[in-house]
C-alpha cells in the first residue's frame, strides 16, 4: 500500500510566512525524504532524515520525524515566491527497494 | 556533470500502439527507477533495477508493460497496446547505491493517448 500522506493537500502564504506540511505512515521505516517538484518538472531531493533521527535541518528547511506517532513535518520558514512547488514525502522500508510516495503538497507563496 | 535524462519529453500516441520511453541515468548509478505520475497525483513506483537486473518488478501495472537496461545505463520502458488509461508522466529516477539513498529524477515523459 502507498505509504506517506501528506496533510493539508493545498496551501497558500504570503510571502515571507512559514509553511508547514504534515506526511503520516503505516509502517517501520528505514528513512523518510521530502522532494519538490515544480510544474512541468522531475522530483528534487531536499532533505532525508533517518529513522533514528528527530529533527534536521538544512537551510530555510526543518523537518522533524515522530517514529512513535508515524510522522514528519516539513517546515520551510520565510518563504519566498520561487517556493512555491508540491512537496512530496517519501518513505523507504526495511528489506523494500522502492520508495513509496505521499500524494503531495501544493503550495502556493503570494509575491 | 549531467543529470537524469529522459526521452522523449511529450508522447502523443493513439489507443492501440506501441511506445518506447528513454531513460540515461547518472553516469555510475547502479540503481534505476520507473515511476508512474497521474495529473494531480503522487508517484506509484513501476520497476526497479539494480544494475541491469530488475529484482522488483511487482509495480508494473500489466504484462503489456516492460522495461530493460543494459551497460548498467540506458533503461527503456515499452507499453504495448496503449490504452487511454495509461496517459501519464513516466518519471525515471538513478541513485548511487542500493541503500534507498535520494534518488535523482528525470524531468519525465509526458504520454498522451487518444
Known amino acids: 500500500s502507498q505509504q506517506g500522506e501528506e496533510d493539508p493537500q493545498a496551501l497558500s502564504i504570503q510571502e515571507g510566512e512559514n509553511a508547514t506540511m504534515n506526511c503520516s505512515y503505516k509502517?517501520?521505516?528505514?528513512?523518510l525524504q521530502w522532494y519538490r517538484q515544480n510544474s512541468g518538472r522531475g522530483l528534487v531531493h531536499l532533505i532525508l532524515?533517518?529513522?533514528?533521527?528527530r529533527e534536521k535541518h538544512s537551510g530555510r528547511l526543518r523537518v522533524t520525524l515522530d517514529t512513535s506517532k508515524k510522522s514528519s513535518s516539513l517546515l520551510i520558514t520565510a518563504s519566498r515566491a520561487a517556493d512555491t512547488a508540491s512537496y512530496f514525502c517519501?518513505?523507504?522500508?526495511?528489506?523494500?527497494?522502492?520508495?513509496?510516495f505521499g500524494k503531495g503538497n501544493q503550495v502556493v507563496v503570494i509575491p | 556533470g549531467a543529470g537524469v535524462s529522459q526521452s522523449p519529453s511529450n508522447k502523443v500516441t493513439e489507443k492501440g500502439k506501441d511506445v518506447e520511453l528513454r531513460c540515461d541515468p547518472i553516469?555510475?548509478?547502479?540503481?534505476l527507477y520507473w515511476y508512474r505520475q497521474r495529473l494531480g497525483q503522487g508517484l506509484e513506483f513501476l520497476i526497479y533495477?539494480?544494475?541491469?537486473?530488475?529484482?522488483?518488478k511487482s509495480g508494473l501495472p500489466s504484462d503489456r508493460f516492460s522495461a530493460e537496461r543494459t551497460g548498467e545505463s540506458v533503461s527503456t520502458l515499452t507499453i504495448q497496446r496503449t490504452q487511454q488509461e495509461d496517459s501519464a508522466v513516466y518519471l525515471c529516477?538513478?541513485?548511487?547505491?542500493?541503500?534507498?539513498?535520494?534518488?535523482?529524477f528525470g524531468n519525465g515523459t509526458r504520454l498522451t493517448v487518444t
Open positions: 532524515i533517518r529513522s533514528n533521527e
Open positions: 529516477a538513478s541513485s548511487s547505491d542500493r541503500d534507498r539513498s535520494p534518488l535523482h
Open positions: 517519501a518513505t523507504s522500508t526495511h528489506g523494500n527497494n522502492r520508495l513509496a
Open positions: 509502517t517501520s521505516i528505514n528513512n
Open positions: 533495477f539494480q544494475g541491469n537486473s530488475a529484482p522488483d
Open positions: 553516469s555510475g548509478h547502479t540503481a
